[in-house]
């Protein structure tokens, strides 16, 4: 360890000289600026890896191999199987050995002067860390990081297939869409965007060896969907970030409690439900709302009619499509006040209470869609949707012109 702690101050001092001493070296190489006998060749800038001097080591690297051990690897070098587990055993507290994988990359260095003897052995955890051990005098390890850096960046864009393929063909990280898809999961049903629908998005993502890693984070996003813009802008105002509107409202939207304004629950989700007018026990995957004959039944959240159909059992009912994740259906219908393919409202009207198909009397049978299975959806914990607090309006304005002004608009 103080080897490398030597090398690491001596590596400080001479970035330091180099810093305040060298001056521009394009500078120096200029023959009309140089005083005479001035040596025009500049010495380059050692190669630094690892906080080791790179270049004074003969590198050998590969990547590990199926079932191999840190034993089997370094054996390949001459390092007994006795300094091997001294190895292992001064390094568990850093980091354990055992928990080396396959196809992970290393490199075992040996000192240029010293018949080729390892002195280092560096193997790579994950895209961002890395374990140097030193097999020197003193066999142990410790941790490094490569530097992270953040690059951030502004994609622009038109649907011609799906968000995927076309970040895919403008060579924007594709879980950009994903990440975006996020943004919007309660406001665009991903799966049926359309032609023309026109994007934007201004994101970070880190990058470590000129590689970016991990998902991007939305700094603010838009698109136009139907000819309606819906930009989002990435706020925190003290319970972690989210997304808002201009306005300062959450992207979350909360489905209305019932579909009925003014009802009674008179039969709830229940696997086991005797059933009335089948007189067994069968399944209500929905919920019952009594009301009179023709009551409005209301869209619980924004949404594209995706069922507006009859069954004997069902009667009359639709469906609407909410998002990727969540449906909602409504049965026994006396009219239906919608089709396929409209756009609905929260809170609009798209049918009047009734009882047909198998109702003992006027109800709705509200069923609620998650991931294609119908669940009680007065279990369901649903993310907040909490606007921008008043208080905080003025910091949200602020950086609503921030990053717009930053992403280059
Ligand atoms: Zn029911």
């Not at 630094?48 to 390949?76: A, M, P």
């Not at 970030?241 to 959450?250: I, L």
């Not at 009734?354 to 609620?368: D, E, I, K, N, Y």
Request: glycine content about 8%; overall charge positive.
């Amino acid at each position: 360890m103080m080897r490398f702690l030597v090398f690491t101050v001596f590596l400080i001092s001479f970035v330091g000289l180099c810093f305040y001493g060298c001056g521009n070296p394009e500078t120096e190489t200029d023959a009309s600026r140089r005083p005479a006998g001035f040596s025009a060749v500049v010495t380059p800038d050692p190669v630094i890896r690892f906080d080791l001097f790179w270049d004074s080591l003969v590198v050998d690297s590969g990547v590990i191999s199926e079932n191999q051990t840190l034993s089997h690897l370094l054996d390949g070098f001459g390092i007994s199987a006795g300094k091997v587990a001294t190895l292992a055993a001064n390094s568990r507290s850093v980091y354990d050995v055992r928990n080396m994988r396959a196809g992970k990359k290393w490199w075992v260095g040996a000192e240029r002067d010293s018949s080729e003897i390892p002195v280092v052995l560096i193997y790579e955890r994950n895209e961002l860390d890395y374990v140097v051990f030193s097999l020197k005098e003193r066999l142990e390890a410790r941790l490094g990081s490569y530097p992270v850096d953040t690059i951030s960046r502004l994609v622009k864009g038109e649907i011609k297939t799906s968000l995927y393929v076309d970040f895919e063909r403008l060579g924007v990280p594709t879980n950009l869409a994903v990440a975006m898809a996020g943004v919007y999961a309660w406001t665009i049903d991903f799966t049926h965007v359309q032609k023309g629908d026109k994007f934007e998005a201004y994101y970070t993502r880190k990058t470590v060896n000129g590689k970016e890693v991990g998902m991007p984070t939305i700094l603010y996003c838009s698109f136009n969907h139907h000819g309606v813009d819906l930009p989002a802008y990435r706020f925190d105002q003290g319970d972690g970030p989210d997304y808002f509107d201009p306005q300062g409202a959450s992207l979350r939207k909360a489905f209305l409690k019932s579909p009925v304004a003014f009802s009674r629950i008179s039969s709830s989700f229940n696997k086991k439900r005797f059933h009335p007018v089948l007189k067994k026990v069968k399944a209500h995957l929905g919920t019952d709302y009594a009301a009179a004959s023709g009551t409005p039944i209301l869209a619980v959240g924004d949404g594209v009619i995706s069922k507006s159909s009859y069954t004997s059992g069902n009667g009359k009912y639709v469906k609407i499509r909410h998002n990727n994740t969540y449906e909602t259906q409504y049965l026994h219908m006396s009219k239906r006040l919608v089709s396929v393919g409209d756009r609905v409202k929260q809170g609009q009207t798209i049918g009047l209470v009734g009882s047909t198909g198998l109702a003992t009397g006027p109800h709705v049978c509200f069923r609620f869609w998650k991931n294609g299975e119908q669940v009680d959806h007065r279990k369901e914990k649903f993310p907040p949707s909490t606007p921008v607090r008043d208080d905080a309006m003025d910091a949200f304005a602020q950086e609503v012109v921030r990053l717009v002004k930053e992403g280059g608009e």
